[in-house]
Each structure stands twice: as C-alpha cells, then as structure tokens.
C-alpha cells in the first residue's frame, strides 16, 4: 500500500494551482477548473503522491485551516534538497517567510505562507 493522493485545504483552488505550480514548480497533474478539481504533482517524482488543492468551501473545512494557520502551523511539509537555497529562491519570488530556515535535531526548515490560507514548512534532512 501506498499513498497515492493528499490534500490541502485552499481559499482558492485556482488561485492555488498558479502558485504551486508557477511559484513552487508543481506539475500539474489534473485541472478541471469548472468543477474547482486541481491536483499538482512534483516534478521530481512523476509517479509519486498528488497534491489536491481543496476549496475550503465547508465550515469544518475552513474552521480547521484557520485554527491551523492562527496558531502558526504548518499544514504541510515538503522535501527539499536544501532548505537555504530553495528560501532564498522563494524570496527573490515573493514568497514571505515568517522567519530565517532553522535548524534542530531534525534537520534544518523553513515556513512560508502560501497565499492560499496555509502555512507550508520546507524541510531538509
């Protein structure tokens, strides 16, 4: 068994797949935009998990993405080659951080938010 797809509740799916794709450099995987379906996919890994960018269109859903993102939260980790290089990609982008990557016995990260209703941590071993 193995993970095929996760989601992310988003304020705006559409809004979403232009920046996870044209900011971060997910591929899209499926866009149907009359229906608010869009899912990236990591170019690195082809056949790998699918991102869903989920309207968070319902109570529940919208209640937990602002509890998570009030509390300074990510609501999802990436993997990255190396953490520094990659933030200092997303800055000259204009992707805000909330702070300087870090580093503890986990390896070294950084937040970012993604101007869809999340924080997002990258993170490198």
């Known amino acids: 068994m193995r993970i095929k797809m996760c989601g992310i509740h988003v304020i705006d799916p559409a ?3 232009d920046f996870y794709t044209k900011t971060l450099g ?4 499926l866009a149907v935009p009359e ?3 869009y899912i990236v996919r990591s170019p690195e890994d082809p ?5 869903l ?3 968070s269109d319902n109570p529940i859903a919208t209640a937990y993405r602002e509890g998570v993102y ?3 939260l990510p609501s999802i ?5 190396d953490v520094r290089a990659e933030y200092e990609r997303l800055i ?3 992707v805000r951080f909330t702070g300087e990557p870090t580093s503890d016995p986990s390896g070294v990260s950084a937040v970012f938010d993604d101007t869809c209703g999340n924080l997002v941590q990258i993170h490198q071993d």
């Open 15 to 17: 809004a979403a797949f």
């Open 26 to 29: 997910f591929e899209e995987l």
């Open 35 to 37: 229906h608010l379906l």
């Open 47 to 51: 056949d790998g998990v699918g991102l």
């Open 53 to 55: 960018l989920e309207p």
């Open 70 to 72: 009030g509390l300074g």
């Open 77 to 81: 980790v990436f993997g990255v080659p």
């Open 92 to 94: 000259g982008l204009g």
